[in-house]
């Protein structure tokens, strides 16, 4: 049972304007959300996090969003620059349980 | 060198073979993890040690041995693997575990498995 999905396995944006990536969870206990990003042989490297007591948080071009009752996140990115073309990875936990995370979304940022 | 290190970064191996990866840090933090990224798949929690001491076993197959000699290095031993055990082993740190997996986690660059 996928507690943490990313349902879009690819997205294609153009430089310059906005990415959205998606995350869905099943979980009403997790309270601690991360978003990891990857570049081919590396490992992942943490982005941003949210706790389920904000439902924003930005850093430079990055802002997540959390709505609570649909149990959804995402990740903006804006503007788009094509480094950041990598597979991002939305994670989650809550108290001292280990991290739940996605199968993660390719982005791909067409210059 | 800085950060997680991960030695070899890529192994091809036979089911009867014996090998072992390496993990280092040289971030000074005292928690270590082994995660299994297979394709298509969630990362997999595989096990924790925190100040030397293994506090997560994630229901992992006793043919994946793991061995934390001090809090810089992780080993992971591998014997008599099936070929569906191939996939990206990434190793992780972090400061500590707190009061959470919350700590944020560093990663090393993963060690690319085959067994034939």
């Known amino acids: 049972d996928q507690q943490v999905k990313q349902n879009s396995p690819s997205l294609s944006v153009q430089e310059g304007r906005i990415s959205i990536l998606n995350c869905d969870y099943t979980?009403?206990?997790?309270?601690?959300f991360l978003w990891y990003k990857k570049y081919p042989a590396e490992g992942p490297t943490f982005l941003i996090s949210?706790?389920?007591?904000?439902d924003k948080n930005e850093d430079g071009r990055f802002t997540v969003f959390l709505n609570k009752s649909a149990k959804h996140l995402s990740l903006h990115i804006v503007p788009s620059q094509p480094g950041d073309s990598a597979v991002y990875f939305c994670?989650?936990?809550?108290?001292?349980?280990?991290?739940?995370f996605g199968t993660g979304t390719r982005l791909t940022i067409i210059p | 060198e800085t950060g997680v290190t991960q030695t070899p970064r890529h192994l091809v191996m036979g089911m009867t073979n014996k090998k072992s990866l390496k993990c280092e840090q040289h971030?000074?933090?005292?928690?270590m993890y082994w995660y299994k990224q297979s394709a298509k798949k969630p990362l997999e929690l595989m096990f924790v040690?925190?100040?030397?001491?293994?506090?997560e076993n994630n229901s992992v197959p006793s043919r994946f041995s793991p061995e934390c000699p001090n809090s810089s290095h992780l080993f992971l031993h591998l014997h008599t693997l099936q070929p569906e055990d191939s996939a990206l082993y990434l190793c992780?740190?972090?400061?500590?575990?707190?009061?959470?997996?919350?700590?944020?986690?560093?990663f090393g660059p993963g060690t690319r498995l085959t067994v034939l």
């Open positions: 971030l000074g933090h005292n928690a």
């Open positions: 979980n009403s206990m997790f309270d601690y």
């Open positions: 992780a740190s972090s400061q500590d575990l707190g009061g959470a997996f919350t700590d944020t986690q560093y």
């Open positions: 949210i706790s389920s007591i904000k």
């Open positions: 994670a989650a936990n809550f108290g001292n349980e280990k991290l739940t």
């Open positions: 040690y925190n100040f030397k001491e293994q506090t």
